[in-house]
């Protein structure tokens, strides 16, 4: 199932983002990441928060995300600290891990479902087994707009730029960004994030020999 085929219901035709507008949806900030968690956990949306909080630990896309099965996240001894999934739109294994909210959410998600690994992790609401393609950019656009922000300036890449944008900030370290995004090529990553020739020099004066 390529990811070009997942149509969003709302705005744009697809969860991925259009082409030629890659980079369009900045990545969230630590606060807005702390801000839409407590709101999912006081709403007590156990689904929504174990989705929300793989989605920023996965860094997958939107297709990669929703098409997870339990397997994927759970061994026989308990939520996994690593996982390796194969990409839908690249046909390339991809690894992340699983922080501890995330497991967290997770378990307390997994406790409700009592599903069998090769069940769907987030299954739909209105259809039971089928997995929440259709809802998944629906979905980011009400999470967004519970901590007030603008649903047209936030969408699924949102979530999928925000570790990586992080960890290049903080190390400079492109080649984990591409690893960790599941980019063939190195030039893909430097325009999904956005990167300027600026940027690298800055990080080129800081390194010294």
């Given amino acids: 199932m ?13 969860l991925e983002t259009p082409a030629g507008s890659v980079g369009a949806k900045p990545p969230h900030k630590p606060k807005h990441i702390w801000a ?6 006081i709403a007590n949306r156990v689904r929504d928060l174990a989705m929300f909080n793989l989605a920023i630990d996965s860094k997958l896309r939107g297709c990669d ?8 996240v759970f061994s026989g001894s308990g939520i996994r600290t690593r996982s390796v999934v194969v990409q839908h739109k690249t046909g390339q294994p991809v690894p992340f891990e699983i922080t501890e909210p995330t497991k ?10 009592r599903a069998k690994g090769s069940d769907w992790l987030l299954p739909s609401r209105s259809h039971s087994g089928v997995h929440v393609i259709r809802q998944y950019g629906r979905l980011v656009d009400q999470w967004v707009s519970l901590i007030g922000l603008n649903p047209a300036d936030n969408g699924t890449h949102s979530l999928r730029r925000t570790k990586v944008s992080i960890l290049y900030k903080r190390t400079g370290n492109l080649r984990a960004c591409q690893l960790l995004l599941g980019h063939t090529k190195l030039e893909s990553t430097v325009r999904y994030l956005g990167i300027e020739v600026d940027d690298a020099l800055s990080l080129s004066e800081q390194t010294e020999i």
């Fill in 36 to 41: 839409l968690r407590t709101r999912l956990q």
């Fill in 65 to 72: 995300l929703v098409t997870l099965k339990v397997g994927d």
């Fill in 104 to 113: 967290g959410a997770l378990a307390a998600w997994l406790a409700i479902r």
């Fill in 2 to 14: 390529p990811c070009t085929s997942i149509k969003r219901p709302t705005h744009s035709t697809s």
